[in-house]
C-alpha cells in the first residue's frame, strides 16, 4: 500500500515525512511540496528551489522490502528516476556519480538517501529535487530544468502523480545486483571519456572507468593512473 501527501509550503519534504512515518504504516509514503524553503542535498549541500516551478519530493520505503545493500538502493533509485526522466522527455538522461541526474550536461535533480529508524520500522528516505519549470539559474551554471532544456511545459502535480507511481512500482520488485551495477554503469555521465577532476585541490585529466558495488568510482587518471574514490574526495568539473 502507498499513500502519497501534498503540502503548500514545508522547509524540507525530508524532515516533514517523519511526522507522516509515525502514525501511517504503508510501505511507501510520500510527501511533497511546489514550494520549500530550506531543501537539504547530500553531505550538507543546501537545494535552492524557486516557489511554485519545482518540485521537492520524499518517498519513505520501509528498508525490510528490499533484497539488495544500501549501495545498491541508492544506485538503483536514480536508475529509476533517470528511466522516468528519459521516457518522459525521449531525450538522453544520465547519472553523475552517486545520484544526480543530468540532461544536456546540466544537473536537473539532486537526490538525498538517507536510512532512517522510526515507529520501530526502518525506513529508507528518498529525497529528491526535481527542476521543472524554473527558467533562470543565476547562481548555479550548471543546472538546468526540463523547461529550460527542452522547451517542454510539465504540469506540476501531473508530473508528480506520474513519477511517484512509477517510483512505487519499480522499487516493489528490485532486481538483482548485477543487473543494477549493469544499467548504472550504462547511464554512467562521463563514462569512457576524457574529463576534468579536481583532487587535492589540483587539476588533472582523466577517464571514469566505472561504479563499483563498494559505492566507489573507479577513474583513470592522467598523472596517478587507475584509482577509487568515494563521494567528495574527487570532484568532476563539468
Same mark, same amino acid.
Given at each position: 500500500?502507498?499513500?502519497?501527501?501534498?503540502?503548500?509550503?514545508? %522547509? /524540507? $519534504?525530508?524532515?516533514?515525512?517523519?511526522?507522516?512515518? !509515525?502514525?501511517?504504516?504503508?510501505?511507501?509514503? @510520500? *510527501?511533497?511540496? #511546489?514550494?520549500?524553503?530550506?531543501?537539504?542535498?547530500?553531505?550538507?549541500?543546501?537545494? %535552492? /528551489? $524557486?516557489?511554485?516551478?519545482?518540485?521537492?519530493?520524499? !518517498?519513505?520505503?520501509?528498508?525490510?522490502?528490499? @533484497? *539488495?545493500?544500501? #549501495?545498491?538502493?541508492?544506485?538503483?533509485?536514480?536508475?529509476?528516476?533517470?528511466?522516468?526522466?528519459?521516457?518522459?522527455?525521449?531525450?538522453?538522461?544520465?547519472?553523475?556519480?552517486?545520484?544526480?541526474?543530468?540532461?544536456?550536461?546540466?544537473?536537473?535533480?539532486?537526490?538525498?538517501?538517507?536510512?532512517?529508524?522510526?515507529?520501530?520500522?526502518?525506513?529508507?528516505?528518498?529525497?529528491?529535487?526535481?527542476?521543472?519549470?524554473?527558467?533562470?539559474?543565476?547562481?548555479?551554471?550548471?543546472?538546468?530544468?526540463?523547461?529550460?532544456?527542452?522547451?517542454?511545459?510539465?504540469?506540476?502535480?501531473?508530473?508528480?502523480?506520474?513519477?511517484?507511481?512509477?517510483?512505487?512500482?519499480?522499487?516493489?520488485?528490485?532486481?538483482?545486483?548485477?543487473?543494477?551495477?549493469?544499467?548504472?554503469?550504462?547511464?554512467?555521465?562521463?563514462?569512457?571519456?576524457?574529463?576534468?577532476?579536481?583532487?587535492?585541490?589540483?587539476?588533472?585529466?582523466?577517464?571514469?572507468?566505472?561504479?563499483?558495488?563498494?559505492?566507489?568510482?573507479?577513474?583513470?587518471?592522467?598523472?596517478?593512473?587507475?584509482?577509487?574514490?568515494?563521494?567528495?574526495?574527487?570532484?568532476?568539473?563539468?
Amino acid at each position: 500500500m502507498s499513500q502519497l501527501f501534498y503540502l503548500k509550503e514545508c %522547509s /524540507s $519534504t525530508n524532515d516533514e515525512i517523519e511526522k507522516f512515518l !509515525l502514525y501511517g504504516n504503508s510501505d511507501f509514503i @510520500t *510527501v511533497y511540496t #511546489f514550494n520549500q524553503t530550506k531543501g537539504r542535498g547530500q553531505y550538507g549541500n543546501t537545494w %535552492s /528551489s $524557486t516557489a511554485e516551478k519545482n518540485l521537492a519530493y520524499t !518517498l519513505a520505503v520501509k528498508a525490510e522490502n528490499s @533484497t *539488495v545493500s544500501d #549501495f545498491m538502493f541508492n544506485y538503483y533509485t536514480a536508475i529509476v528516476i533517470r528511466d522516468f526522466l528519459a521516457n518522459l522527455t525521449e531525450n538522453t538522461v544520465k547519472i553523475k556519480w552517486p545520484n544526480d541526474i543530468i540532461l544536456k550536461n546540466k544537473k536537473i535533480v539532486g537526490i538525498l538517501i538517507e536510512k532512517k529508524k522510526i515507529n520501530q520500522n526502518n525506513y529508507f528516505i528518498i529525497g529528491a529535487g526535481f527542476n521543472i519549470l524554473q527558467e533562470k539559474f543565476d547562481q548555479i551554471s550548471n543546472a538546468g530544468s526540463l523547461l529550460s532544456l527542452t522547451g517542454k511545459l510539465f504540469d506540476l502535480e501531473e508530473f508528480t502523480l506520474n513519477l511517484n507511481k512509477f517510483l512505487v512500482e519499480k522499487l516493489k520488485n528490485i532486481p538483482s545486483k548485477k543487473e543494477i551495477m549493469n544499467q548504472f554503469n550504462a547511464s554512467l555521465f562521463r563514462k569512457d571519456e576524457v574529463s576534468v577532476f579536481e583532487l587535492d585541490k589540483k587539476r588533472q585529466n582523466g577517464i571514469i572507468k566505472n561504479a563499483d558495488e563498494n559505492g566507489e568510482i573507479v577513474i583513470d587518471l592522467e598523472n596517478d593512473g587507475l584509482q577509487s574514490f568515494y563521494h567528495k574526495e574527487i570532484k568532476l568539473l563539468y
